[in-house]
């Protein structure tokens, strides 16, 4: 047994601060420092490629453990093993014969033998083999920023698996598909901006596992959303290797998407940890200070039930400040180092929990340190305002500088377009922002992430395929997924030849797809929702790395209607700010004299009275946006001007005949976009034209 010599002042450390926690590579060898201050001892094990280890001790500092390691550098793989009291009922996990991955490793390499017992803690056996490792990783220059920045209120997310949009694109070689350097292939690129999108929101590409319950019945954890390394790109989407190549090839995807001017947005898993519950492997966290790390039953650890407020087993607990130091240490690193431009923080609220475990909105010391933070006060954060433990549901509750996905929106676009909904008030609320929400604590539209689907449900196209969830294929009896789906199969269950069937399917699509890029906010797409990707009716696709969630390539062609229809749609957005805008209406005139910045045109012709916004069967409305004045500047802080848009959406079974507005609004309107396809081209103001059966037309004031 060697002991490492002490850290040399090589390793950058201002005196009186805290270790660098991590592996850092120096000229003549690399400094490992671990955060384990209830530990004993701790092992520094160096992994050659034979298997074979050699064992270091480290230095004890405080709370930390640290040791220089002459002539180790990039590339060698590496573990720790943490000895303390092994006492599971007071919180206590130490167990040195498992080897650990470092919370701060820049990569991981190698996989997770689920068949093995010694992955557990209450196996003595070496763990060494059958775990994930960390890998030493040189310093490198970030990528280049993006070409222009996007701000929020020009922003459309395109959220995307890494692995399946690639797989089985054509112009992709082989060994690329699937990976970083697939999606940085000239063809995904230009398919992606000549769609229109500003950003891809990437599902997690942080070091993931699968679950051994999942891996029992044969499927992977293939969403990504049970993240093991922090810092580390996720092994296996890499085409170049996983002793650190995984790095540079993230790192050379994301240049390529700022080159095209798209921004790279990560999903990112900080509310719990792919150890699971308290009967999961052993791998990491749980064996360097599992008290710490993870919410426990009782805040000293008697009793030390895992505290789940998150479905998996554990939660991460953000009240420490150790556990928040490595999530910003984290996000920091993905922004200076990696050089992505935002974050979307699954089940949120986790990471608002107290000491206590009870939501501590807006007091939590996470969301202090993340308003004052200058790195990442330049990046887009999103977060999901919800979790599953007591009052978890905190849509609205975020305040600034975050903004939120919206699943309210949601919501209330389903109900109004499959018939259900309590008339047209909610929606309302929906299409202009949702300032009911977000605008009583100074945030802006931008604040409000719209979406009518994402990857957790229906696609698109199963929304209107499908009254009820089919998924036998994950093999758990079809329990799994949500029952509340508020969907509609157009009559028909799942695939049909009928072509009635067909086409009021297709209108419903053209309707969703218009009401979610039309809506004041920021949208966000599905991928494979503009060009009618199915699951077959799985609505909870996250074991599947099969036919049900890679993208099809050949649908683009197939739906080439509905896929043109959301280019045209999101230009339509792009080339006019009145239909994105940034600042909340006021429903008073921005000039003197003018018309208000929006009014709701009720089928009458007339605004919308009392009467109508309480009528629970109207679902007949119409938006006029008044773009002649803007309450937003350009470049050189001149008011923006546009066009005037009558927005008209008809959710009923029936043709409703409607009064356009009469000639002080607008003499005469064109028809921009009909889903009817009613071929209508102009109407004059005042007259009364039938708006057809579920469709959505736009209208542009002459």
């Known amino acids: 047994m060697t002991e490492a010599t002490a850290a040399p002042d090589a390793a950058g450390l201002a005196a009186g601060t805290a270790p660098r926690p991590g592996a850092v590579v120096q000229t003549d060898g690399t400094t490992f420092t671990l955060w384990a201050p209830a530990a004993e001892r701790v092992e520094l094990a160096l992994i050659a490629d034979d298997g074979s280890q050699r064992n270091l001790d480290l230095t004890h500092t405080g709370e930390f453990w640290t040791g220089f390691v002459p002539g180790v550098g990039e590339g060698q793989r590496y573990g720790y093993r943490v000895h303390g009291p092994f006492d599971p009922s007071h919180g206590l996990r130490f167990n040195p014969s498992k080897l650990l991955l470092d919370p701060y ?158 921004e790279v947005i990560l999903d990112v898993v900080y509310n719990h940890t792919a150890e699971g ?139 109004v377009w499959r018939n259900t909904s309590d008339g047209v008030k909610d929606l309302a609320y929906r299409l202009s922002g949702s300032s009911d929400l977000y605008g009583d604590d100074g945030r802006y539209p931008y604040a409000s992430i719209n979406f009518v689907t994402a990857h957790d449900g229906f696609t698109l196209r199963d929304l209107v395929s499908y009254d009820h969830k089919h998924n036998e294929a994950n093999h758990e009896d079809n329990r799994d997924g949500t029952d509340d789906n508020r969907s509609w199969n157009c009559g028909v269950e799942g695939e049909t030849d009928d072509a009635g069937v067909i086409a009021l399917r297709k209108r419903q699509m053209a309707n969703l797809m218009s009401t979610l890029i039309l809506s004041t906010g920021v949208p966000m797409i599905t991928a494979g929702d503009e060009c009618g990707r199915t699951q077959h009716g799985n609505n ?69 009275t009392d009467a109508d916004w309480f009528d629970g069967s109207l679902r007949t409305i119409g938006m006029f946006l008044r773009g002649d004045a803007l309450r937003a500047t350009d470049a050189e802080g001149n008011a923006l001007t546009d066009s005037s848009f009558l927005l008209a959406l008809n959710a009923t079974p029936e043709t409703r005949n409607v009064v356009v507005p009469d000639a002080s609004w607008a003499p005469a309107y064109e028809v921009v976009l009909d889903t009817s396809n009613s071929m209508v081209t102009e109407v004059e103001a005042g007259a009364t034209v039938p708006l057809a059966p579920r469709c959505l037309v736009l209208l542009r004031a002459l």
Not at 208 to 231: D, K, Q
């Open 277 to 415: 519950g308290f009967d999961g492997p052993t791998l990491s966290f749980r064996g360097i200070d599992n008290r710490a790390y993870y919410r426990l039953t009782h805040g000293d650890g008697h009793g030390a039930a895992m505290y789940d407020v998150t479905g998996t087993g554990n939660s991460v607990d953000t009240s420490h400040p150790q556990v928040r130091r490595l999530v910003m240490d984290s996000l920091r690193y993905w922004v200076e180092e990696m050089g992505v431009d935002g974050f979307r923080f699954d089940l949120a609220v986790t990471l608002v929990r107290n000491e206590r475990h009870e939501v501590d909105i807006p007091d939590h010391p996470f969301l202090a340190e993340v308003a004052a933070d200058p790195v990442l006060g330049r990046v887009k954060l999103i977060a999901e305002p919800w979790d599953v433990g007591p009052f978890g549901y905190q849509v609205g509750n975020f305040g600034p500088p975050w903004s939120e996905w919206n699943g309210k929106f949601r919501d209330s676009v389903r109900d």
């Open 105 to 262: 490793a820049r990569a991981v390499d190698g996989s997770l033998d689920y068949s093995s017992p010694v992955i557990y803690d209450s196996s003595d056996a070496d763990s060494a083999g059958h775990v994930p490792v960390g890998v030493v990783v040189a310093p490198s220059d970030p990528p280049p920023p993006i070409s222009r920045p996007v701000h929020w209120g020009e922003t459309v997310i395109y959220e995307l698996h890494t692995k399946g949009f690639t797989h089985r694109h054509p112009d992709v070689p082989e060994h690329q598909r699937g990976t970083y350097a697939g999606l940085a292939h000239p063809s995904v690129i230009r398919y992606l901006t000549d769609l229109g999108v500003t950003s891809v929101e990437l599902l997690p590409i942080h070091h993931f596992l699968t679950e051994p319950s999942i891996a029992a019945r044969g499927l992977p954890n293939y969403w990504g959303y049970n993240t093991l390394g922090f810092f580390a790109p996720h092994a296996p989407f890499s085409s170049s290797g996983s002793r650190g190549e995984q790095v540079a090839e993230f790192k050379a995807m994301v240049a390529a998407f700022h080159a095209a001017g798209i």
């Open 540 to 608: 909870n696709a996250y074991c599947q790395d099969s036919e049900i969630s890679w993208f099809d390539w050949s649908l683009p062609g197939t739906w080439s209607d509905h896929l043109e229809l959301t280019k045209k749609l999101l230009a339509l957005r792009a080339a006019h700010p009145a239909l994105r805008q940034w600042h909340y209406f006021s429903g008073q005139p921005v000039v003197s004299g003018g018309r208000k910045d929006l009014s709701w045109i009720a089928p009458h012709g007339g605004e919308m």
